[in-house]
């Protein structure tokens, strides 16, 4: 175990680790929802201040957070791929809008 995270260990308490694993939680899902909303509007994520999950301790990374594509971003994706005669969908695993 490294010296590090036994020090984390050692320095805190079990109401502590938990309060610190809910920020990070908290945090990730927050930034999860505004990029979302961001992606409704057309706008792609935005990273403000620190990455979520900082406050997890050293032994915690975050999780890559995936969101859905908009339909503005997947329009904008299937007429470059149309302009350059690649086949976006495919490329991307995405599934055409119906109608």
């Given amino acids: 175990m490294p010296f590090t ?3 984390h ?3 805190t308490t079990r109401y502590t680790r938990l309060l610190e694993e809910r920020v990070a939680r908290l945090e990730a899902e927050n930034t999860h929802l505004r990029n979302a909303i961001y992606a409704r509007a057309g706008v792609g994520p935005v990273t403000l201040g620190t990455a979520p999950g ?3 301790g050293p032994e915690k ?3 890559p957070l995936r969101r859905p594509i908009s339909w503005i971003q997947l329009k904008q ?5 149309a302009a350059t005669g690649v086949d ?3 490329a ?3 599934v055409k809008p119906r109608g």
């Fill in 54 to 56: 900082t406050h997890a």
């Fill in 92 to 94: 991307r695993g995405v």
């Fill in 9 to 11: 260990w050692l320095t």
């Fill in 5 to 7: 995270r036994f020090w």
């Fill in 77 to 81: 994706k299937l007429e470059e791929a």
């Fill in 88 to 90: 976006a969908s495919a």
């Fill in 61 to 63: 990374k975050p999780q």
